[in-house]
């Protein structure tokens, strides 16, 4: 199973503030079965957002938990127009990615932050993800640029 599918990206997030937005995003777990329990999962992401806010620079917020309500590695993506308040100090986020992993999937998780942190650290990633209006392509493009690189 690919760990983002084009049902897990949300072109215009519909949403004001990052609660609801993360809250968009992991219900495009649910059909896949990628989470056993959304509420449970919800409240796992939010444990981890209290630790640290994960808004970072250039416009970009990656809220992530282990779960043991994640069946399966997952991502997913969304993008906003006006942008959130994920309390990165240069201002909102637009590109909003939701990662969810297994509980013992320490080692997964990691990988895939830190592949997805270095990417975003290219302007011209950025852009594609902010340009492209084909939910395949974004899958495409994060299939290409994070998981195979």
Known sequence: MSLVTATQVV????VTDRTAAI??????FVPEGRVSDLE?????VQRREDLMAT???GGVAIPHSRSPHVTTPSMAF?????GLDWGAADGPARLVFLIGVPEGGQSDQLAVLAQLARRLTKPSF???LLTLNDPQAICDVLDEEVLRS
């Open 55 to 57: 808004g970072l620079a």
């Open 11 to 14: 072109l215009d997030l519909p």
């Open 78 to 82: 969304g993008r906003s127009t006006a």
């Open 23 to 28: 809250r968009t995003l992991a219900e495009t």
């Open 126 to 128: 950025r852009d594609q």
């Open 40 to 44: 449970a999962f919800l409240a796992d």
